[in-house]
């Protein structure tokens, strides 16, 4: 089983959702009518998930956590979720880190591992909304590099890896 939980918070437009549980069986509905912008940071231990409109009328910021589970297992799970995310809804801009430049052990490997996979999906055609993505919108960001564009600091510390905040600090400063 592969545990989620995802938020979703607008300001004065939606009201806040959290759903938690097995990524298997958690449901997301999104309007159709819009394009959304989305990205994914893929880890070794989990994988973080951000989706929102080209409005920034809501944010969808999630984590799964990969637990013990086989990665074949766990990245087929991650792929149905996506699937069943953006099924017939428009993809305008797509994000995911890129590796990073320094060799950490044993999670270069995995994260490179995913990268391709996730590349995969596009390439084959296995999630075709991320296939309709032109290559100029396909991009790639440095590790963490967007935390501190997000995270306001103000409000203290130790919010840096809570999902919750992090929503809310998007909510803040893009309305």
Known sequence: MSSAVFCVCSK???????????ITTIDIELPKDRVYMMSIDQSSKETGIYLTDLD???HLIGSVERKLQDKY????NIKLFLKRLVKDRKIGLFVME?????HRGWALPVLAEFKG??????NSGEIPEFSAIPDDKWQKIMPST?????IDKSKGKNRFNVKREIA???????P
Do not use: A, T
């Open 12 to 22: 004065n437009i939606y009201p806040s959702i959290f759903r938690y549980g097995d």
């Open 56 to 58: 920034c009328s809501f």
């Open 73 to 76: 297992r766990y990245y087929e």
């Open 98 to 102: 890129d590796l990073p430049p320094v």
């Open 117 to 122: 996979i996730i590349n995969s999906w596009r």
């Open 146 to 150: 967007w935390k501190s564009q997000v």
């Open 168 to 174: 809310l600090d998007l909510v803040d400063k893009f």
